[in-house]
């Protein structure tokens, strides 16, 4: 498009294995058919209620360390004053189904352990479980899928992949108390480009990262809740609700909610088991409309 850059190169890959704790950074991942690879598998789900733990309720969890061992197999958390817990990266005897509401979508679950429970339960302060994607029951996207595209997702909100990009991130640094990094966004795949304009990623319709050329959707704007405001050295709330506060003044773009703060753009890849490299270059193929006339 006129005016606009399209090509961009990936700054920067993280998944981030158990929903709403630390993300891993990557030099390279297999896009599977519910995201980079490991990425939100796992989740806290509170015992009582069934409903799922995140940061806007326990900040804390942004303190829980996650790291990926594959050549041992495991997943290790780590998190202050608790001893390491781990889990299999590949689960085959997995617990009780367990069903959990995430957003507007019931998500089947998996227990991982008794000592996994308990060792959330006691990081958390109340009894939690923690569940596995039960490998068995897809979860379909079908909210704003494109043509040709039929996206699933693990225990993301809704899409599997996240994208956000370094001129948009500098616009909201240049307006905001404190500076943020992409890490307070939640990324899967961070793009760069050394002299476009912030948020020309939300005209984009589908681009095409790599050698081969693998085509990426981008379907929608992501809408943001609280937890840009944790403090993530801490893991506490900001008093004075920042940086929200300030983005509510410069980021309700939305034209179908424009009550939503926006940042970063959801995506779906057209197929998977595609390798993404850090350094791999990206080009912008189509262009649109976003609007969130529904919710995701």
């Known amino acids: 498009m006129p005016g606009e850059s399209n090509e961009w190169t990936v700054a920067g890959l993280y ?11 990557l030099q390279s991942s297999t896009v599977t058919a519910t995201g980079l690879q490991y990425d939100r598998l ?3 789900v ?7 733990v995140t940061q806007r309720q326990h900040p804390r969890l942004a303190l829980i360390q996650v790291s990926i061992n594959e050549k041992h197999g495991v997943l290790e958390l780590n998190a202050p ?4 817990l781990q889990v299999a990266l590949h689960p085959t005897d997995l617990g009780a189904q367990v069903p959990v509401r995430v957003w507007y979508d019931t998500v089947m679950g998996r227990r991982c352990s008794a000592d996994a429970d308990a060792w959330v339960t006691q990081f958390v302060g109340k009894p939690t479980h923690l569940l596995y994607k039960d490998p068995d029951c897809p979860r379909l996207v079908s909210r704003y899928v494109p043509e040709k595209c039929a996206p699933q997702a693990g225990f993301a909100d809704v899409f599997p992949l996240h994208v956000t990009t370094t001129p948009s991130l500098a616009d909201v ?6 500076k943020l990094t992409h ?3 939640r990324p899967n795949i ?3 480009h050394p002299c476009a304009l912030p948020y020309e990623e939300e005209r984009w319709t589908r681009i095409e990262i790599g050698r081969d050329a693998w085509s990426l959707f981008i379907t929608s704007r992501t809408p943001r809740c609280s937890m840009p405001n944790v403090d993530l050295e801490v893991g506490k709330m900001r008093e004075d609700k920042e940086p929200m506060t300030s983005m509510r003044t410069f980021r309700c773009v939305d034209p179908g909610s424009p009550s939503f703060v926006c940042f970063g753009m959801q995506a779906a890849p057209q197929s998977t088991g595609h390798t993404v490299w850090v350094g791999d270059s990206v080009v912008v193929r189509e262009y649109g409309e976003h609007s969130l006339t529904e919710p995701l």
């Open 15 to 25: 998944t981030y294995p158990v929903k709403s704790c630390q993300g891993v950074a």
């Open 81 to 84: 004053g608790m001893s390491a």
């Open 173 to 178: 640094n240049s307006r905001v108390p404190s």
């Open 183 to 185: 890490t307070h966004f």
């Open 42 to 44: 796992w989740m806290l």
């Open 190 to 192: 961070v793009l760069s």
């Open 46 to 52: 509170d015992a009582r209620s069934g409903r799922f």
